[in-house]
């Protein structure tokens, strides 16, 4: 609270050594002596004065004060009043009279979601990841977050969201998307000093059969070794915020001693808990086949280990 607050610093050299003393002009302390609250016709002002962290009789801070503002916002953008307007007014005294000024506006309710453009799958998610049922309050603050949320995923290349607002205070929101279609191709050269030439193929399309996941493949071919992966892989797994990715690969390899094919299959999975923090699971089974032997049989447990450990 201290709003006028210097700090001025005295140093005082000797030999080797310094002495450093803080000389701190605290001025006036600002103290809040009340908050009032006008306008506010859904919340008690009790109810809300507890939502702040300024408290009567404590400090007046202003950084803290702006943010109290900010959380009674949110606080009614979460109950349905997207029109909500917050203003306030002060002594210009150190010790502070506040007055809280609220235009609520209407408190508004979900009505009916339209999508339009996107697939049955694709239609599906959005209204399962939509975060307001029908007749219940419509919370910008999720709303805000879920569209960000869809237009960030990749899955549309076009995302328009509106709202129609209805005179018995209810909102119809209609999206409208344009779903991401785009394919990708590669193909690669090069050369391995053990193992020789080898060529890359890879091909992915996003939105594989109208729905929001992703198929690729890769195949890679040289004069001793072919492998294949085939992957799937989808930001929503059942409609859920899971990040899931499965994939199937082949492989068969020449070694001096021995021929050998593998099959195997993976699924991973990961969730976020919240902001820097995720859950992750996966599981792989593979199998290995000798197919042929040459020379020395010996030999084969020898190269087993090295090549397919």
């Known amino acids: 609270g201290y709003k006028a607050v210097k700090v001025d610093v005295k140093k005082t050299f000797l030999?080797?050594?310094?002495?450093?003393?803080?000389?701190?002009?605290?001025?006036?302390?600002?103290?809040?002596?009340?908050?009032?609250?006008?306008?506010?016709?859904?919340?008690?002002?009790?109810?809300?004065?507890k939502q702040l962290q300024s408290k009567v009789n404590?400090?007046?801070?202003?950084?803290?004060f702006k943010r109290d503002i900010e959380s009674l916002k949110i606080l009614y953008l979460k109950n349905g009043y997207k029109d909500v307007v917050i203003n306030y007014e002060m002594s210009n005294r150190s010790i502070k009279s506040i007055l809280i000024s609220i235009n609520e506006g209407k408190a508004y309710k979900l009505s009916d979601l339209i999508v339009i453009g996107a697939s049955n799958s694709q239609k599906s998610l959005l209204k399962k990841r939509f975060p307001v049922m029908p007749a219940a309050l419509y919370d910008v603050i999720r709303v805000n977050q879920y569209k960000r949320e869809m237009e960030n995923s990749g899955i549309f290349s076009s995302?328009?969201?509106?709202?129609i607002l209805k005179n018995n205070n209810e909102i119809d929101v209609i999206i409208k998307v344009i779903p991401t279609k785009s394919k990708y191709?590669?193909?690669?050269l090069g050369y391995e000093d053990t193992r020789s030439l080898r060529g890359t193929v890879e091909y992915q399309i996003q939105n594989i059969f109208n729905s929001y996941s992703t198929f690729s493949t890769t195949l890679q071919l040289g004069l001793k070794e072919i492998r294949g992966a085939i992957n799937y892989d989808t930001p929503y797994l059942f409609r859920s915020e899971v990040d899931a990715s499965t994939r199937i690969w082949m492989e068969d390899e020449i070694y001096p001693s021995y021929q050998f094919t593998r099959f195997g299959i993976s699924e991973s999975i990961i969730k976020k808990i919240n902001k820097g923090s995720y859950i992750s699971a996966a599981y792989m089974w593979y199998r290995t086949n000798i197919t042929e032997q040459f020379g020395d049989p010996s030999l084969v447990e020898h190269f087993n280990t090295s090549a397919l450990s």
Not at 58 to 63: A, D, H, R, S, T
Not at 159 to 163: K, Q, V
């Open 15 to 49: 030999e080797n050594k310094v002495d450093i003393e803080l000389l701190i002009h605290e001025g006036e302390k600002n103290i809040i002596d009340s908050i009032l609250f006008s306008g506010n016709s859904s919340f008690q002002s009790e109810f809300l004065i």
């Open 58 to 64: 404590g400090p007046y801070v202003k950084n803290i």
């Open 159 to 163: 995302f328009e969201y509106s709202e």
């Open 185 to 188: 191709y590669g193909f690669g």
